[in-house]
């Protein structure tokens, strides 16, 4: 039974859209790329875009989409028991041949079960059989581990798409020439030859006594070490928007890509380290696309891990506005903060600006190899007030290591003086000006320096928020967001578990997202994965995947870090 209802809806969706492919299916190979959230988060994602693209690029290859279906929408498909369609043609997705997903973060990781479930796929690969598609998956959270996931997919493609889809496609097209004979772990060897392919049934895992990892042994003929692809040219591959409608967070704008990694080596950020190297686009080529763009959307959106640190940033931006157009960026790097990019930015109607102190305190931010001063702070804060930016967002963490008391109130210490540089200027009072502090739990991610580290007890990330939230009451103009502790538990175990933790996602699925029962029905402790600091000679569930930096580089910059903040290991 097929909900008229939800065909008519995708209809709708479609015709609200611009440059949607659409292509017949006879003799072709079809893709469904998923993006385990909704439609709206799904298609303000980039990277999800820049896929869909390159797999359309390809004449014998069909790429439509799903999404998770809204709340009101999944009941539907429940009590319909309409299977899981596709967006752009509404098949349904088992008739696909390939279920690509595109997961950018763990807390999604369970939306994957639920659309697996939904069209009508067995969860875990080895139950799979016969006629169905397979399974793959990519994307930032991969990329970091994913051990957690490894019972539901056939493979992993690990690293940045525009490098691997080619020979994918090239070896997988090859291999099912003679569909009526190949089966699918014939078809798994061979596409576990490309590289940055990674197939979890062919490594055999085993565990110590202790609950540690104790090895990760590859079937014969397959590396121990997947290597992560990477774009050494980014020209070669210009990013930007091409999916087009109202109903996502960046309606009237294209986004363009300026970079990837970062050179800042911040000790906490996974992103610096899983896309490094550092790469920038040129100049000429990002002027080029956002001319172009200028032509469909009126806003260009900048976007990148680094942006700030483009050298070319404000020409860029001023070529921008030369055409007319407006700027929108994620955030700005303190030391990057210039009257004259200011300036630009406000006449391309940049009404907030984010910047990321990170901690309160110049000792912790020296921790975090993000050494600015208080000075610099509020010197770049005083060249916005003083070109006319007065809202802005500050990132700041808790929970980071070394971090004690004095620190937490650090936070607001710096908050106030932020706050104050803003009423102090002489014209505050005929200004609308507005500070959000956006303070979240650190959580230790992996591949980065600070992988050793425990999640700090929830607990204790409660009170420390009860501390700021109270500082920041009275205080006009000053307001605090902030995610729930129990979500950065529940991130850290998909972040940093092994293929065991996939048994608690199948838990949490059948008790319909209730993480509370699943995780005290487990027969696994949560807590190891979450609250233990590594030894420094433990094995990891991701030190399979090979990003191009030695783990022995991590380990440096992880026991630098311990000494700045005066803890030793054990601790």
Request: proline letters at 6%; glycine letters at 6%; hydrophobic letters at 35%.
């Amino acid at each position: 039974m097929v909900s008229w209802k939800l065909i008519q809806k995708a209809r709708q969706i479609l015709e609200k859209e611009t440059g949607a492919v659409r292509k017949p299916w006879g003799g072709k190979i079809t893709v469904c790329l998923i993006y385990p959230n909704t439609y709206y988060v799904g298609m303000s994602n980039l990277g999800f875009q820049t896929v869909y693209q390159d797999l359309n690029s390809a004449d014998d290859v069909v790429c439509e989409r799903a999404f998770l279906p809204e709340p009101e929408d999944l009941r539907e498909y429940q009590q319909t028991q309409t299977p899981l369609f596709s967006l752009e043609s509404q098949k349904p997705l088992s008739n696909f041949d390939i279920l690509a997903f595109s997961i950018s973060f763990e807390n999604d990781f369970l939306n994957v079960l639920t659309l697996l479930d939904l069209s009508r796929i067995p969860l875990e690969s080895l139950q799979r059989r016969g006629a169905l598609p397979l399974v793959m998956g990519g994307g930032v959270a991969v990329f970091l581990n994913p051990e957690p996931l490894s019972d539901f997919f056939d493979l992993f493609v690990l690293g940045e798409a525009e490098e691997t889809i080619p020979e994918f496609l090239d070896v997988y097209r090859n291999a099912m020439v003679k569909r009526s004979v190949i089966d699918k772990r014939e078809l798994l060897r061979k596409l576990a030859g490309v590289e940055g392919t990674y197939v979890p049934a062919f490594y055999q895992v085993t565990y110590a006594p202790d609950g540690r990892l104790e090895s990760m042994r590859p079937e014969a003929g397959l590396p121990a070490r997947v290597k992560r692809r990477w774009v050494s040219h980014l020209d070669q591959f210009p990013t930007r928007s091409t999916l087009f409608t109202s109903e996502t967070e960046f309606k009237d704008m294209t986004v363009v890509e300026v970079n990837r990694g970062c050179p800042r080596g911040c000790r906490f950020c996974g992103a610096c380290f899983v896309y490094h190297p550092f790469r920038n686009r040129s100049l000429h080529l990002l002027e080029s696309l956002s001319k172009e763009s200028l032509s469909q959307e009126t806003r260009i959106g900048l976007a990148g891990t680094a942006v700030s640190d483009y050298k070319d940033l404000l020409p860029l931006c001023q070529s921008i506005r030369n055409h007319q157009g407006g700027l929108s960026l994620s955030s700005l790097r303190i030391d990057t903060i210039t009257p004259e990019l200011v300036r630009c930015l406000k006449e391309g109607e940049v009404r907030q600006v984010a910047i990321a102190p990170e901690a309160g305190s110049e000792r912790l931010r020296k921790v975090l190899k993000k050494g600015y001063s208080e000075d610099e702070i509020l010197g770049a804060v005083r060249i916005l007030v003083e070109n006319g930016l007065q809202q802005m967002k500050c990132y700041f963490m808790i929970g980071l290591p070394s971090e004690t008391d004095d620190d937490v109130k650090a936070i607001l210490q710096l908050s106030k003086r932020i706050r104050h540089q803003l009423v102090s200027h002489p014209e505050a009072r005929k200004r609308r000006w507005r500070i959000v502090l956006s303070v979240n739990p650190f959580e230790p991610k992996p591949a980065t320096p600070f992988q050793w580290c425990p999640l700090e007890d929830v607990a204790v990330l409660k009170k420390k928020l009860r501390t700021i939230q109270k500082g920041v009451q009275g205080e006009r103009g000053m307001e605090m967001i902030h995610d729930l502790p129990k979500w950065a538990y529940v991130q850290a175990l998909l972040s940093r578990g092994d293929r065991r933790v996939g048994s608690i996602l199948v838990a949490a699925h059948q008790r319909k997202g209730d993480w509370g029962r699943a995780l005290k029905g487990t027969s696994l402790n949560p807590d190891f994965f979450v609250y233990r600091r590594r030894d420094l000679d433990e094995l990891f569930p991701w030190d399979f995947i090979d990003h191009g930096i030695p783990k022995e580089k991590l380990k440096q910059e992880y026991l630098a870090a311990l000494k700045e903040g005066g803890i030793s290991n054990e601790q």
